[in-house]
């Protein structure tokens, strides 16, 4: 694990960081962009990637760009869309064959830094306004992706906990923006907007895997430049604590009710509690030794899944369980027990050690591919740190009893919501 380390260099309009190791079979070059959460924004920034994805000046159709990618001995392009904290994360992701292994020279990596600049500075538009067959294609596909998160119920009754339990704040919005607002964007304010990104966003390039740091930093110089910026910030929230604990009820025609927990950690990515913070939740229901996993779902019968996981830069730590509607009253007391608990100090020793062991595996299974070595990198843009993977498994070492004991004694419950059936005439 001592090979990995992040070199970091300022360049125009944003960092470039290169991790040089022999360890993936691929190189990996991931361009991210930030920006504080709005709700003026969040539709059309979730349609943005999708669109400059699709087709470029040079790949006039999404045939075409991926027919190249395959020229490229399968090269692969993705995007993704994600929230932390406050912010709106887009990621380009690509992946592309190390030529060290290639019989021909075909100087990839520079052909994937060439691609990228195609996706994010050459897209496929006229005038100031995207291709408009391209953009009403991505339309109906983000409305269909926005759909899809109700036909899940698992990942609704989450987002409905979230909207809930964050109500006025940014967090609240969903990742792919909201279906009313799709309809109203054109070619042209979706134009304006990527303009907008790119002049305003906090921009981070990644490269990771057999590359020598000054070919990446010449490639990334002569390819990539933008405007210098100060990037926006999102506002510093401080969540007032709710003297009720708020109680939401949804009915549906669902058969399995979908129990959801959200509490209020008050400890954010990087603080000084936050590494105790993921052995506590380990040991409450992060992993299949935790107590909610044998306590609700094995010993009690009452869910048919249980567990907790936690949003770090936002400082929550949320319960998902799947119970039968006449359930509830019994799940949310013996739930609420586990963390009553865990704040009494009720686990052992080798609870603690097992969970260490658990999360250090996970950590290292994690950095076992590079996007998982990325996403871990990446937290120290969002939360203004620099905190190694070696110093993150250092730290959570040695969180001791007493400070799982005050971790708990932080956490406090806030909203319960509970997606009911309608058969149990509740």
């Known amino acids: ?62 045939t075409k760009l991926r027919s190249y990618l395959d020229d490229l001995y399968g090269a692969t392009l993705y995007v993704d869309l994600s929230k932390k904290g406050e912010y709106h994360v887009i990621s380009f992701l690509i992946e592309i064959a190390n030529e060290k292994f290639l019989t021909d020279p075909t100087p990839l990596l520079e052909k994937g830094f060439e691609l990228l600049a195609e996706i994010l500075l050459h897209p496929n538009a006229s005038g100031n306004a995207f291709d408009r067959e391209t953009v009403e294609k991505e339309k109906r596909t983000q409305k269909q992706r926005i759909q899809s998160v109700y036909d899940d119920k698992m990942r609704y009754s989450n987002v409905r906990l979230i909207e809930e339990m964050c109500k006025g704040e940014p967090y609240a919005l969903q990742v792919h923006g909201d279906a009313a607002e799709v309809e109203a964007i054109t070619p042209d304010s979706l134009y ?192 203004k740190t620099n905190i190694g993977i070696e110093t993150w498994l250092s730290e959570m070492q040695k969180a001791t009893r007493e400070d799982i004991i005050a971790v708990g004694n932080k956490i406090n419950l806030d909203t319960i919501y509970f997606l009911t059936g309608t058969e149990a005439g509740q």
Do not use: C
Not at 239 to 253: G, R
Not at 297 to 307: P, V
């Open 192 to 383: 304006e907007y990527y303009q907008k990104a790119l002049a305003e966003d906090e921009m981070n390039l990644y490269v990771i895997g057999d590359v020598k740091e000054a070919e990446v930093k010449a490639f990334a110089e002569e390819l990539l430049k933008f405007e210098t910026r100060t990037p926006k910030q999102a506002e510093d929230l401080r969540v007032s604590q709710k003297s009720d604990v708020n109680e939401v009820k949804e009915q549906q025609d669902v058969k399995q009710g979908k129990l959801n927990i959200g509490y209020r950690t008050n400890i954010s990515y990087g603080g000084p509690d936050y590494f105790t913070l993921q052995v506590f939740n380990g040991i409450f229901g992060g992993f299949a030794h935790s107590k909610l996993f044998i306590n609700v779902r094995e010993k009690a019968s009452l869910a048919y899944y249980a567990a907790s996981r936690l949003e770090s830069h936002k400082g929550l730590l949320m319960v998902m369980s799947g119970i039968d509607n006449k359930n509830y009253d019994q799940a949310v007391k013996i739930i609420r027990e586990q963390m009553e608990a865990m704040r009494k100090g009720d686990f052992t020793e080798e609870e603690i050690e097992q969970t260490k062991a658990v999360i250090k595996n996970q950590i290292l299974e994690t950095i076992d591919t590079s996007r998982g070595l990325l996403e871990l990198l990446y937290h120290n843009v969002i939360a």
């Open 1 to 62: 694990m001592g090979d990995i380390s992040e070199k970091i260099t300022e360049m125009q309009g944003y960092k470039l960081h290169v991790i040089e190791t022999d360890k993936y079979k691929t190189n990996t070059i991931v361009w991210r962009m930030k920006a504080p959460l709005t709700k003026k924004d969040v539709t059309k920034r979730a349609l943005l990637p999708q669109v400059l994805q699709s087709s470029s000046a040079n790949y006039p159709t999404t």
